[in-house]
């Protein structure tokens, strides 16, 4: 009886917070409308976004729960790509081979790039994901986490159904507002998105030229090089500086040279991809080793040694 009086008790609180959480959101809701109109966006459109736009506890869950540690690379190349990954790769490199040829000729961005960045984002356009794109930004930007950020995500997405380019009652994607093939967020599709089938639409969700071409365009528009390794294997100097080694901390193979790391090899094939797709048994051993030694020199001691392999997407080119 205690415990029956308990839940009760539970449930009426959380629907006392849920209520009032609904009232403050929907304050919040009012102004965001005042500032659509400011912006720019329609009057009819701001208001029909705004009377769609849901709460949703379940985001904030989502986004509360992500992980305080980014994991090693090989860890997360282990999870993410298969020997079924890299022949479903292969299989749609084939079918859609004129047009990737098209675009990879238009922007200069490997046609292999973009079909491991389809794969990767998207399961090769399987899992495009459910959510309301409004209400999830708008619960996003209400929360504060990072409200700045979604709040002007939120009015792009306004945007982008203005122009005609989304339609608020479809406008699905993943829990964080990412949508389309390639997962894109809207001030990324207002940036970059293009029309890849000549229709006079951008459709990233339903055209795979669209698709492809914006996000060959992205790349290429935020500093793609061609013929150039997504990583090397290189050797490090016994007394090397592991605070430089940082993703934001950017420097020229030749300044990297005059530090005393060396290039080991230059190879656009993954070699541990390779070992995946002859021998899975062989692959997840060797991939626990590189798991093991890359965690040693990331966080314990320095290795004279770091070997490294890319998602790359030349995995999708062995036969």
């Known amino acids: 009886m205690k415990q029956i009086l308990k839940l009760s008790a539970w449930l009426l609180l959380f629907s006392w917070q849920l209520a009032h959480a609904q009232g403050e959101f929907s304050a919040w809701l009012q102004e965001l409308q005042v500032e659509a109109r400011e912006a720019g966006i329609s009057e009819i459109t701001a208001k029909n976004a705004i009377e769609k736009i849901e709460l949703l506890p379940e985001v904030i869950m989502l986004d509360k729960s992500q992980p305080e540690f980014v994991s090693p690379f090989l860890e997360y190349y282990k999870r993410r790509v298969d020997a079924q990954k890299v022949q479903k790769g292969q299989q749609l490199l084939a079918e859609h ?18 079909v491991a960045f389809w794969g990767m984002e998207t399961q090769y356009g399987r899992s495009l994901g459910k959510l309301d794109v409004l209400s999830s930004l708008a619960t996003l930007a209400y929360d504060g986490r990072r409200g700045e950020f979604f709040r002007a995500q939120l009015l792009d997405a306004m945007r982008m159904i203005d122009y005609g380019h989304a339609s608020a009652e479809s406008f ?29 639409k951008i459709d990233v969700v339903n055209s795979l030229a669209d698709a492809f071409a914006s996000a060959a365009n992205y790349l290429s528009s935020i500093g793609w090089r061609e013929q150039q390794p997504v990583m090397l294997e290189v050797q490090l100097p016994e007394n090397f500086e592991w605070q430089t080694a940082q993703f934001n901390f950017r420097r020229s193979i030749q ?19 390779q070992q995946l797709v002859l021998s899975k048994r062989t692959a997840k051993k060797s991939a626990k080793q590189s798991a093991k030694q890359y965690q ?8 004279p040694a770091v070997k490294t392999v890319g998602l790359n997407t030349a995995g999708l080119e062995m036969n």
């Open 97 to 114: 081979a004129a047009l990737l040829d098209r675009i990879e000729a238009q922007y200069g961005v490997s046609k292999y790039m973009l």
């Open 172 to 200: 699905a994607g993943s829990w964080a507002g990412a949508f389309g093939n390639m997962q894109f967020m809207p001030t990324t599709f207002m940036l970059y998105a293009v029309d890849g089938d000549n229709d006079n």
């Open 255 to 273: 300044d990297w040279a005059q530090s005393g790391v060396r290039m080991l090899q230059q190879d656009y094939v993954v070699p541990r991809l």
């Open 296 to 303: 040693k020199a990331q966080f314990i001691e320095p290795a």
